[in-house]
Every structure is written in C-alpha cells, then in structure tokens.
C-alpha cells in the first residue's frame, strides 16, 4: 500500500502563489509516475500535472502551463505543485495521485491506483 498526504493548500487572492506538496509513504518502487487533479464544487474532477518516475518528463493541462510546474524529490519522497499565477477558476481541492510501475506521465485518471485526501485551493478576486 502507498499513502499520499498532501498539504499547502489555503486561500490566497488572486495573482498570488501556493505550493502544494505531496508526501509518500509506505511500499515504495522503482517507478512511479505522480501527478495532480482537481475538484471544483459542481464539476468534474480534472487533470492538473503530472511527473514521470525520475522527474525527467511531465505534463500539464492547458489551463494551467506556463503558471504551474510540477517537481519530485526521490530521496524525499515528496511531490509539489507550484502554482502561480493563480486565478478564481483555479479554486478546487486538489489531489495527489500515485500508480507504481508506471514511468511516465499519464494526464488519466484511471491510470492512478493511489489518491491523497485532497487539499482545499481557494483563490479570491
């Protein structure tokens, strides 16, 4: 089993910045790719980022490139999201999400075996 926390998540105004990050513990592998989706309040989840296993690839949703990069730290078994730039639009819960064995960046959610509680992101106009 992996477990996935994450924290940073708050609210900011408009503009602002926050970075999310993503702790990992239990099993550990090899491989595994990470990444980032979201939530807002009537809508359906969708894909922020995602980081392949050693942090050499990665992938972003249209909305948010150029704004938000995502980076891992192996040793640390940490993930973040640094998210600037932000926008009322961004306002979500945000989750972490996990699959073992796979080395790459994947913008699917069914690809993800392992999720995180999810961090609340508020951004104010």
């Known amino acids: 089993q992996v477990q996935l926390v994450e924290s940073g998540g708050g609210l900011v105004q408009a503009g602002g910045s926050l970075r999310l990050s993503c702790a990992r513990s239990?099993?550990?592998?090899?491989?595994?790719?990470m990444g980032w989706f979201r939530q807002a309040p009537g809508k359906e989840r969708e894909f922020v980022a995602a980081?392949?296993?050693?942090?050499?690839?990665?992938v972003y949703a249209d909305s948010v490139k150029g704004r938000f990069t995502i980076s891992r730290d192996n040793a640390k078994n940490t993930m973040f999201l640094q998210m600037n730039s932000l926008k009322p639009e961004d306002t979500a819960v945000y989750y972490c999400?996990?699959?073992?064995?796979?080395?790459?960046?994947?913008?699917?959610?069914?690809?993800?075996?392992?999720w995180g509680q999810g961090t609340q992101v508020t951004v104010s106009s």
């Open positions: 999400v996990a699959r073992e064995t796979l080395t790459a960046p994947v913008p699917r959610d069914q690809w993800y075996n392992y």
């Open positions: 239990g099993r550990t592998f090899s491989s595994c790719a």
């Open positions: 980081i392949g296993w050693n942090g050499g690839s990665s």
